[in-house]
């Protein structure tokens, strides 16, 4: 708690300092398609099903220029992963047809610093957008049997945050936009020589400048 009152803090401050240089602010809402990666040191891979999320965000733009910008993005995230776990019998061991739905789910308060380059054709301004991201884990909500894993998950992790979108202006009474995202963790989240663990989404945003 105290972390995230201090990275609350942070963010309102970095965003007061440059105040007199702040562009544009508003809101975003979207979609995240979350999974985990789990990679064994012998070459074992696990792959989930992936689990979907909300993604809303607040965020400030500043350094306003014609080609560059600079975006700093306070965002919530439900990461985790889902699975459909076969149930075997001594008589049926490839499983009896029935299935073990897990859904694991993490909740993360994410915050990052983005450069964003763009262009603008006419009403329409494509861009990129990159920058490191701290996620701050607020809680979880886990399956029986897997709290040997989480229980033992970092509480928080640095990523990278890379996307494309565009802006959309002197349509509506408000700028418009529409981003794409894939965000990823630098760091694994679990203490263990034999295996990394690390979360990975696939964004859709849209939202307005205010």
């Not at 979907?52 to 993005?73: C, H, W």
């Not at 992790?157 to 959309?168: L, M």
Request: aromatic share 14%; proline share 3%; net charge negative.
């Amino acid at each position: 708690m105290k972390l995230l009152i201090f990275l609350t803090f942070l963010f309102i401050s970095t965003v007061s300092v440059n105040s007199q240089i702040l562009s544009n602010f508003g809101l975003k809402a979207g979609l995240g398609i979350s999974n985990q990666s789990w990679d064994y040191k012998d070459d074992i891979n696990l792959d989930f099903d992936n689990k979907v999320g909300i993604a809303p965000r607040v965020f400030f733009e500043f350094l306003d220029l014609s080609l560059f910008e600079m975006q700093a993005e306070l965002g919530f995230l439900q990461k985790g992963f889902k699975e459909k776990v076969p149930i075997g019998s001594v008589t049926q061991p490839d499983g009896t047809g029935e299935f073990i739905n897990v859904n694991n789910k993490l909740n993360y308060l994410s915050l990052s610093a983005l450069a964003k380059l763009k262009y603008t054709i006419g009403v329409i301004t494509p861009y990129i957008i990159l920058g490191p991201q701290f996620n701050l884990l607020l809680s979880k909500e886990i399956d029986k049997g897997w709290e040997v894993v989480f229980d033992e998950f970092s509480k928080n992790n640095f990523g990278i945050s890379v996307g494309i979108g565009s802006d959309v202006t002197n349509v509506f009474p408000f700028t418009f936009l529409i981003e794409y995202k894939y965000e990823r963790d630098f760091i694994d989240n679990f203490d263990s020589p034999n295996i990394n663990i690390k979360n990975y989404s696939h964004i859709f945003l849209v939202g307005i400048k205010l």
